[in-house]
């Protein structure tokens, strides 16, 4: 896979105003190492010789089931980190594959005009919320300058713009709740990813083209979102927005197992219960209310690039 690695330097124009980052283009080879993951009796069964990512879910009734499923897949997968992902559906492409694209990549069929007005995007965000920590003198300032994922996952995580960077947590009630939370359905998604073991708040694996960005330990104390999502920022080495086939961006490449959970509270049992809303996303956060104010700026300014 051709990669193309962006790096402050000599400056290449971009035509989006306004735009003071600029990165040179480098272009190098990688493809995300899929995986093959060891299952539980129970798993091997249901997965029958398919392939694990076109399965139906495996159905849980419990959390504390659906915790020790997960505590068996620890132990038969001990190469690998465990990961975990909430979501309402199964999202599935055309082949009826389910598909984690960081959200930068996400389109059945994605040009490559739109694939660069995308990461010009980025751009422009990443230069406003540099400014912004610049302005309000918030700590970390210094390394967010430095290191282009401590952006990318600020601006992912509060939703600014999309971004080649998928959120995960290692908390399982964490994403069990996110599995939940305004899903109107009687089931909801639960998913496990095996990655890397981390080393550092920004862990850089070459041999498996992952960076993993552990949120809590980038983020400054204003922000108070990753306190209780435990969030952690994955995406592939090297950001590319050329590439020869777009699947090897999916995180299927990484999945270890899918599980469904019911949406009821008595999914929950006695003794654990869903992570409050007003914790998972808390008030007076002030990181929130600065990348609110980010993307209101790049919707305005689009507007006006529009109008005029």
Request: hydrophobic share 40%; proline share 5%.
């Amino acid at each position: 896979m051709r990669r193309h690695c962006y790096h402050h330097g000599a400056r290449q124009q971009i035509h989006y105003p306004p735009l003071i980052i600029k990165w040179d283009k480098i272009e190098i080879w990688f493809d995300m190492r899929e995986i093959t993951p060891s299952f539980f009796p129970d798993l091997e069964k249901h997965v029958e010789g398919q392939v694990l990512r076109k399965t139906t879910p495996f159905p849980v009734q419990t959390y504390h089931e659906l915790v020790r499923k997960v505590a068996q897949l620890s132990f038969l997968n001990k190469d690998f980190l465990l990961f975990f992902r909430g979501q309402d559906l199964d999202y599935q492409n055309k082949a009826g594959s389910s598909t984690f694209y960081p959200a930068i990549y996400r389109k059945e069929i994605l040009t490559s005009q739109e694939i660069r007005a995308r990461f010009e995007l980025l751009e422009v965000a990443t230069n406003k919320l540099l400014e912004a920590f610049d302005r309000e003198k918030l700590d970390g300032r210094v390394d967010i300058r430095r290191k282009q994922y401590i952006a990318w996952s600020i601006l992912q995580h509060y939703g600014v713009c999309d971004t080649p960077l998928l959120d995960l947590t290692q908390s399982l009630r964490v994403a069990a709740t996110f599995a939940q939370l305004g899903n109107k359905a009687e089931r909801g998604m639960v998913y496990v990813f095996g990655l890397p073991y981390t080393t550092n708040r920004i862990t850089y694996n070459s041999e498996q083209d992952l960076v993993i960005v552990r949120l809590l330990s980038i983020c400054p104390p204003e922000a108070l979102r990753p306190y209780f999502q435990e969030g952690y920022l994955c995406g592939t080495l090297d950001i590319t927005d050329a590439y020869a086939n777009k699947s090897e961006l999916d995180f299927k490449n990484r999945l270890v197992a899918k599980f469904s959970i019911p949406t009821a509270t008595t999914f929950w049992g006695s003794g654990f219960s869903r992570i409050p809303k007003n914790l998972l996303f808390p008030e007076n956060d002030r990181i929130e209310e600065m990348c609110v104010r980010i993307r209101e700026e790049i919707i305005n300014e689009m507007k006006s690039v529009f109008v005029s």
